[in-house]
């Protein structure tokens, strides 16, 4: 079984904090994702890497970076987080090229920044 | 303009009634199309998987593609209160080796008994 596992399931922050969320993935697979939900907003890609240290931006990549430096790892970084960066913070992976369709998301880690 | 639009409901139905779920896109570029299935407090799973045009059925679910309207659908028989969860419909282009997805919103389905 695929599993993606985040670093929390609930993280509290404050304004102006830098924010670490971990995302690890046991399947070998090439590319991952990082996504927030919103409600009435949906699922929206904020970053994305098809490959070890290669990373693609997505819709909302404002605020955030990422750090891909093993495979099976990656990692969105929160430089200065603000208020409305308060989400549902979903990882998922999926097997590169032709040869994957289907993501596998982690369980989420809600973000609440005061 | 979103490429994929997917009514978010919510959608309250009754045990046993059938559902039906629905999203439209612009893309032509998408050939494959999925729906994944959200419980409260949980990450997406996919419940359906689509190439191109055609009906695929898994026991209660019958998963629509029509290309030609830019139109798919998932039908739910004999609905059951396990089967409250918010579905997301999920499109990807042909020839992407990337593996981006592109998602609509989400509908938000209840189930009473």
């Known amino acids: 079984d695929v599993k993606v596992t985040q670093s929390s399931r609930y993280l509290v922050k404050r304004t102006g904090e830098k924010v670490f969320l971990e995302c690890v993935q046991d399947m070998d697979h090439e590319n991952m994702f990082w996504y927030r939900q919103d409600p009435g907003l949906g699922l929206r890609l904020i970053y994305f890497?098809?490959?070890?240290?290669?990373?693609e931006k997505g819709d909302i990549p404002e605020g955030y970076s990422v750090s891909r430096e093993k495979k099976e790892r990656f990692s969105l970084i929160l430089e200065s987080a603000s208020t409305n960066q308060t989400s549902m913070y979903l990882c998922a992976s999926s097997l590169g090229l032709a040869g994957g369709n289907e993501q596998f998301f982690g369980p989420g880690t809600r973000l609440t920044v005061l | 303009q979103k490429e994929v639009e997917q009514d978010p409901g919510p959608l309250s139905v009754p045990e046993g009634a059938i559902v039906s779920l629905n999203c439209t896109y612009s893309n032509s570029a998408f050939q494959y199309f999925m729906w994944y299935r959200q419980y409260s407090r949980k990450g997406p799973e996919l419940l359906m998987y689509?190439?191109?045009?055609g009906n695929k059925e898994d026991g209660r679910f019958t998963a629509q593609v029509d290309k030609s309207s830019k139109y798919i659908s998932l039908f739910i028989r004999d609905s059951q209160p396990s089967d409250s969860a918010t579905y997301l419909c999920?499109?990807?282009?042909?020839?992407?080796?990337?593996?981006?997805?592109?998602f609509g919103r989400g509908t938000q389905l209840t189930v009473w008994p």
């Open positions: 890497s098809y490959d070890v240290k290669m990373k």
């Open positions: 999920a499109m990807k282009e042909r020839g992407s080796t990337l593996g981006r997805l592109y």
């Open positions: 689509t190439y191109s045009s």
